[in-house]
């Protein structure tokens, strides 16, 4: 069964930083792309960043770019997401995903994933 436990969340003042975790278990760790996304209040899904199967490729929303990094750790089939500089409006359950890429790179679009996690909030106060 494919399991993915996102941890990491919390409130954090603006400007701060926090690192999100992804633990993965079920599945070929390094066979599947990991993407994060993220939904506020009132808000659609918001694809934030991925990394390819290799982990050679990655992808970041232009919102993110220069303050997110994504990265994997094939040996502990865990995947995170450093946060730095966050912003109010970072705000928002964070969810992990994977699905199975026929590319080396990987995308942010939400509908080619197969499997998600249960979610993570991060509140970022002003």
């Known amino acids: 069964e494919v399991q993915l436990v996102e941890s990491g969340g919390g409130l954090v003042q603006a400007g701060g930083s926090l690192r999100l975790s992804c633990a993965a278990s079920?599945?070929?760790?390094?066979?599947?792309?990991i993407g994060w996304f993220r939904q506020a209040p009132g808000k659609e899904y918001e694809g934030v960043s991925c990394?390819?199967?290799?982990?050679?490729?990655?992808v970041y929303a232009d919102s993110v770019k220069g303050r997110f990094t994504i990265s994997s750790d094939n040996v502990k089939n865990t995947a995170y997401l450093q946060m730095n500089s966050l912003k109010p409006e970072d705000t928002a359950v964070y969810y992990c995903?994977?699905?199975?890429?026929?590319?080396?790179?990987?995308?942010?679009?939400?509908?080619?994933?197969?499997?998600w996690g249960q979610g993570t909030q991060v509140t970022v106060s002003s």
């Open positions: 995903a994977i699905y199975f890429p026929y590319s080396s790179s990987c995308r942010i679009r939400g509908s080619v994933y197969d499997y």
């Open positions: 079920g599945f070929t760790f390094d066979d599947y792309a």
């Open positions: 990394i390819s199967s290799s982990g050679g490729s990655t």
